[in-house]
């Protein structure tokens, strides 16, 4: 039985193969269904198909970055944006201890798209080193909603291995931190 969780690799280099329509929409719905704070839904996704716009927003990229030919070459590239006052806010009033809870649920979203992607044979990586103002504008979100992440999103042209984890004694604590 395979284990998606353990299974699950960011891939960086993609195959020139469109992504079918319904596995969008599977991946999309899978996003839609990710657990939120006060089922707030604070999500905002953007698809990216356009291979200029995906040329523009590889260009925002941190130089180093290794996502930067991910971000240009993969069919799709969902922006994850989100609603900052939405999660752990109550009638405009901050009532969680962090401020950006919306960061929480938004990664519980990303999750559950590179996860789908993966049961659906598809490969994703987060990326999360560009210039988010300038993703913003290209992308046209509006005021009041933030540009978090980028997906770069398609069949895998690569299979790496895994990277080392560490061990569960390392960072299980029992009762107390220990």
């Not at 950006?100 to 044979?121: M, P, Q, R, T, Y």
């Not at 990586?125 to 300038?134: E, K, M, N």
């Not at 290209?138 to 080392?164: D, F, T």
Request: glycine share 6%; charged share 20%.
């Amino acid at each position: 039985m395979s284990d998606i969780y353990s299974e699950r690799r960011s891939i960086r280099r993609f195959l020139d193969q469109p992504i079918e329509e319904e596995k969008l929409t599977a991946i999309c719905t899978a996003a839609r269904m990710a657990p939120s704070w006060g089922n707030r839904q604070c999500c905002e996704l953007v698809l990216v198909r356009q291979p200029e716009t995906r040329e523009r927003l590889s260009a925002l990229l941190s130089a180093k970055n290794p996502a930067i030919l991910a971000t240009r070459d993969a069919p799709v590239v969902i922006a994850v944006c989100g609603v900052p006052k939405r999660s752990g806010f109550y009638k405009e009033v901050q009532v969680t201890r962090y401020g950006h809870w919306f960061l929480f649920d938004l990664g519980l979203v990303s999750a559950n798209i590179c996860l789908k992607a993966w049961e659906l044979g598809l490969g994703s990586v987060i990326v999360g080193s560009f210039d988010h103002q300038a993703a913003e504008q290209l992308l046209a979100v509006p005021a009041g909603c933030e540009l978090v992440a980028l997906i770069p999103l398609g069949y895998p042209a690569h299979h790496p291995s895994a990277p080392p984890r560490r061990e569960l004694a390392e960072f299980v604590h029992l009762e107390r931190f220990s």
